[in-house]
């Protein structure tokens, strides 16, 4: 049977979604759901026409009653489609009416006057000869005798008004014609890879993104957002769809654009700063909202997702982040996209790229050129966060350290006890809503990491143990005061020699073990 699959017309020997995916090798992540959509055929509207000129186009709308269909009515489904070429010209105007035609019918004759409303259409005659019929629309209320009955009227000019004001006679109309709507869609989304298909349906597996370099930070800000191909849907209504996977980071204000239909932006003030949007419909530009990126593939599913499920998502340009990977790894990836890369620090193919320069995907596109600055595998921990036990302080701790948004974060090393524990910086103002959770009760051991929390002068400050401790936390404060986020993957011997090496100002990274 013939389908479209992405975009693209195919023929498939499969019925169901899971099958026409392995014969197309199409791509699809697992879980995130699959949007299937079926066209109606297009019909012509009986109630709506279009008069069109070389310009614009007038719209008439018929005149319904509870009555049977009158004669002019009619008549009018019958001929409209003559009011083109010469009986197409405006053969009459005045300041009242302006009438189109003439062409021949067969009404009835009546010479008694009538009253017409601004905008009536009606048929009328010329010398009260129905050879010489026009469609005639009323610019203003009065009253006439056009050699028609009061039935005449077949409807009223509903747009395009200034359009029928400024022709004259002589002037022509291309054409009038039915309104025919667009093909109506229809359709779903699921992730029920049994799901079967039917002939002529379409299946969107994935959404494409095109970022905008107007929006540098807010690209980048997506970019980590999905950074696992996948846009997490928590909020939804008939306007727009938002992720909120990153609300509350702060971001600057970029690109302040219309937000139109399929179109993404991010939330930059207030309370839902760093929530992104994916729109369903347009709407209008908002200083707190930066537009970053455009659904240019895919648009249908953001039409029938709803919260809860997860959406495939591929970027364009491809995201540039290559911060955890060796400096030999990023080689290779840098050479597939043609950008030019230069190593710095370690330059060693086994040493990990710990930062770049530039740090952003949008600028490193620009300049086609990118900085890999590379680290000693042995000073990237790899860390297991407690994201059940202690959620805001994993939170305060990835934004902190920069692993919100790259694979490697970083924590700076602001004092050290020998042998006991190595203090971080923290950021105080970040740490005042830090509540106690997690909190340690029997002892803590080397190799866990804690941040003090809001009941302690010192908030924010986060630290490891470098030996076990029945008394104190990991940042030195009794239990109550210090709420436990990591633990190191493995505490080796060698690894406690290089913590306990460490001075002010040295640098420590982290990866979360996956």
Not at 23 to 35: F, M, N
Not at 103 to 123: M, P, Q
Not at 273 to 301: M, N, T
Not at 415 to 427: E, I, K, R
Request: aromatic letters at 10%.
């Amino acid at each position: 049977m013939k389908i479209k699959f992405n975009g693209e017309t195919e023929e498939v020997r499969s019925k169901r979604l899971c099958d026409i995916i392995e014969e197309l090798s199409g791509a699809y992540k697992q879980g995130s759901v699959i949007a299937v959509i079926s066209e109606k055929e297009k019909v012509e509207l009986k109630n709506e026409f279009a008069i069109k000129t070389e310009v614009r186009e007038a719209r008439i709308k018929i005149v319904r009653g509870k009555e049977a269909e009158t004669e002019a009515r009619s008549l009018f489904y019958k001929v409209y489609r003559k009011f083109r070429n010469e009986s197409g010209r405006i053969g009459w105007e005045s300041e009242d009416i302006t009438g189109i035609g003439p062409i021949e019918t067969n009404l009835s004759v009546e010479k008694n006057e009538h009253r017409y409303r601004k905008w009536d259409v009606f048929f009328g005659f010329g010398g009260f000869d129905p050879g010489m019929t026009y469609l005639m629309i009323s610019k203003r209320e009065h009253k006439a005798a056009y050699g028609t009955d009061a039935d005449a009227v077949i409807g009223r000019l509903t747009r395009g008004r200034s359009i029928i004001s400024d022709l004259h006679e002589g002037d022509r109309i291309e054409e009038i014609s039915p309104i025919v709507t667009k093909a109506e869609r229809i359709g779903f989304v699921t992730s029920d890879l049994n799901t079967e298909i039917e002939e002529g349906q379409e299946i969107f597996t994935f959404a494409k993104v095109r970022l905008l370099r107007e929006a540098a930070m807010s690209s980048e800000h997506f970019f980590s957002l999905t950074r696992d191909g996948i846009f997490h849907v928590d909020d939804f209504s008939h306007t727009y769809l938002a992720s909120e996977s990153f609300k509350g980071l702060s971001l600057p204000v970029e690109n302040i654009h219309y937000r139109s239909k399929y179109y993404l932006s991010v939330r930059n003030t207030g309370s839902e700063k760093g929530k992104v949007y994916a729109y369903k419909e347009s709407r209008l530009p908002h200083p707190s909202h930066s537009v970053f990126g455009e659904i240019i593939q895919g648009g249908e599913l953001m039409d029938y997702a709803r919260s809860g499920d997860t959406i495939y998502t591929v970027t364009e340009p491809k995201w540039m982040m290559v911060v955890g990977k060796s400096q030999k790894e990023a080689e290779e990836f840098f050479e597939r996209e043609n950008i030019e890369q230069v190593r710095e620090g370690n330059k060693n193919d086994d040493a990990i790229v710990a930062d770049l320069e530039p740090a952003l995907t949008m600028e490193i596109v620009d300049r086609g050129a990118v900085r890999t600055v590379g680290v000693d595998a042995e000073g990237v921990f790899e860390v297991e966060l407690y994201h059940t036990e202690a959620p805001k302080t994993v939170w305060y701790f990835k934004k902190i350290t920069g692993l919100i948004n790259r694979p490697i974060g970083n924590l700076k090393v602001y004092f050290t006890a020998p042998g006991m524990m190595v203090l971080f910086h923290g950021n105080a103002d970040e740490a005042g809503t830090l509540v106690p959770e997690n909190l340690p009760k029997e002892g803590v051991k080397k190799g866990i990491l804690g941040v003090t929390n809001m009941s302690r002068s010192n908030r924010g400050i986060m630290g490891i143990r470098l030996n076990d401790s029945k008394e104190y936390g990991p940042t030195g404060e009794s239990f109550d005061g210090a709420n436990l986020v990591l633990s190191l993957s493995s505490i080796t011997p060698s690894k406690l020699s290089f913590l306990s090496k460490l001075k002010e100002g040295d640098v420590i990274y982290v990866k979360e073990k996956a």
